[in-house]
Nanobody, 117 residues
């Protein structure tokens, strides 16, 4: 049974930092690429970070230079380090795992990040 469990969300002041984590189980970790998406109320889910096979990363302009995605294969965990947070970063953040060689894709349940003073 595949599980992606996000943690680390919370309330942070503008300009602050937060790291969210995604613990994966039930998959062969090195056969998957990972991504973080977010969804704010009334908006569509959007990509905020992706890490591909070989370790290359992708970020939209809205978070480039502020967010960093990384993985720890020893812990089967994906991280999203978020710095210089803005109120518009407020959203539920979701972890996604996609198999490199098939259409298998899995989602976590999400973790709430709120940026407010």
């Amino acid at each position: 049974q595949v599980q992606l469990v996000e943690s680390g969300g919370g309330l942070v002041q503008p300009g602050g930092s937060l790291r969210v984590s995604c613990a994966a189980s039930g998959i062969v970790f090195h056969l998957y690429g990972f991504a973080w998406y977010r969804q704010a109320p009334g908006k569509e889910r959007e990509l905020v970070a992706r890490i591909r096979q070989g370790g290359s990363t992708e970020y939209p302009d809205s978070v480039k230079g502020r967010f960093t995605i990384s993985t720890d294969s020893a812990k089967n965990t994906v991280y999203l380090q978020m710095n210089a947070l803005k109120p518009e970063d407020t959203a539920v953040y979701y972890c996604n795992a996609r198999h490199f060689y098939s259409s298998n894709s899995y989602w976590g349940q999400g973790t709430q990040v709120t940026v407010s003073s």
